[in-house]
């Protein structure tokens, strides 16, 4: 009860001073299934104030902010140089594994933050880096007759279709605030567990605490390409459905061959998909 009556007084005594601050720090677990069908899980946290939040993967913002630095960004080419001596000769298994324990390796490019009425998204699919904003739309949620303790918080669940999938998320009253992982708001709670119908992607808050923190800026140590939610998303499925094509406008056609087994290996399977599907 303590712990209820602590959020709930840390949010509830935000004044205007502090509209662009983080009253609220939650990570999630990401569980899913990528296009390919290969199963995967990263780690998010979420930083939420008054009609503001960022989400974001705390090893990636650090690494970004690293690399705006000089200093960062020689030691990123030196790891960098390291970790390809390693992966030289290795199978495909040996290198995945070297890369995810590396702390240059496969980072989680994905900044989703919220500004009002606005996300704005940063993000990569095969070395190529987009940025984009989009209006956030309404949410018709239903709220079921069900509920689920989470992390100690009694939680209501809800329904709702967004961006091609039906979402089942479990909100808590008791943190009166309107957030939750990835692009998903719009309840009078915040937002501790979401899974698609499918099953292909679900995210798991495994801890929570009130804050009065800065909501950190996102570093852009890539040049990112403006453009809209939806071309960034027919890129995403074009990387799945056409990885040479993918590779050689990412090389501008002077990148390598790839055999028939990589680009099997690479492609898209029945019945897996991105985490938004209405770009067809």
Same mark, same amino acid.
């Given at each position: 009860m303590k712990k209820i009556l602590f959020i709930l007084t840390s949010l509830f005594a935000v004044s205007y001073l502090f509209a662009q601050k983080a009253q609220i720090k939650v990570g999630y677990d990401y569980h899913f299934f990528e296009p390919r069908g290969i199963e995967k899980h990263q780690d998010f946290i979420l930083l939420a104030g008054r009609d503001c939040s960022k989400f974001y993967n705390g090893h990636s913002q650090w690494l970004d902010s690293t690399r705006c630095t000089k200093e960062g960004e020689q030691w990123y080419v030196q790891q960098g140089l390291? !970790? !390809?001596g390693e992966l030289m000769n290795k199978s495909r298994e040996d290198r995945e594994a070297i890369l995810n324990s590396s702390p240059v390796g496969h980072a989680v490019n994905l900044y989703v933050v919220r500004n009002k009425e606005e996300f704005k998204v940063w993000d990569m699919v095969y070395h190529e880096y987009r940025k984009y904003t989009e209006h956030?739309? +309404?949410r018709n949620w239903t709220i079921e007759d069900s509920t689920k303790n989470i992390l100690g918080y009694e939680c209501i669940m809800a329904t709702a279709d967004y961006h091609g999938r039906k979402w089942t998320?479990? &909100?808590s009253p008791e943190v009166p605030v309107n957030a939750g992982p990835w692009k998903l708001l719009g309840l009078p709670g915040l937002i501790l567990e979401a899974v698609d119908s499918t099953g292909q992607h679900h995210f798991t808050a495994n801890g929570i605490q009130a804050v009065k923190i800065d909501i950190p800026p996102v570093y852009e140590p890539y040049s990112? +390409?403006?453009t809209t939610r939806k071309k960034f998303l027919?890129?995403?499925r074009f990387r799945y459905d056409n990885f040479q094509s993918m590779s050689d406008m990412h090389f501008g056609g002077? @990148?390598?061959r790839h055999s028939q087994e990589k680009i099997e290996y690479e492609s @898209?399977? #029945? @019945? &897996? #998909?991105?985490l938004e599907t209405d770009y067809k």
């Amino acid at each position: 009860m303590k712990k209820i009556l602590f959020i709930l007084t840390s949010l509830f005594a935000v004044s205007y001073l502090f509209a662009q601050k983080a009253q609220i720090k939650v990570g999630y677990d990401y569980h899913f299934f990528e296009p390919r069908g290969i199963e995967k899980h990263q780690d998010f946290i979420l930083l939420a104030g008054r009609d503001c939040s960022k989400f974001y993967n705390g090893h990636s913002q650090w690494l970004d902010s690293t690399r705006c630095t000089k200093e960062g960004e020689q030691w990123y080419v030196q790891q960098g140089l390291v !970790m !390809m001596g390693e992966l030289m000769n290795k199978s495909r298994e040996d290198r995945e594994a070297i890369l995810n324990s590396s702390p240059v390796g496969h980072a989680v490019n994905l900044y989703v933050v919220r500004n009002k009425e606005e996300f704005k998204v940063w993000d990569m699919v095969y070395h190529e880096y987009r940025k984009y904003t989009e209006h956030i739309e +309404e949410r018709n949620w239903t709220i079921e007759d069900s509920t689920k303790n989470i992390l100690g918080y009694e939680c209501i669940m809800a329904t709702a279709d967004y961006h091609g999938r039906k979402w089942t998320v479990w &909100f808590s009253p008791e943190v009166p605030v309107n957030a939750g992982p990835w692009k998903l708001l719009g309840l009078p709670g915040l937002i501790l567990e979401a899974v698609d119908s499918t099953g292909q992607h679900h995210f798991t808050a495994n801890g929570i605490q009130a804050v009065k923190i800065d909501i950190p800026p996102v570093y852009e140590p890539y040049s990112y +390409e403006n453009t809209t939610r939806k071309k960034f998303l027919e890129l995403c499925r074009f990387r799945y459905d056409n990885f040479q094509s993918m590779s050689d406008m990412h090389f501008g056609g002077n @990148g390598p061959r790839h055999s028939q087994e990589k680009i099997e290996y690479e492609s @898209g399977k #029945d @019945g &897996f #998909d991105l985490l938004e599907t209405d770009y067809k």
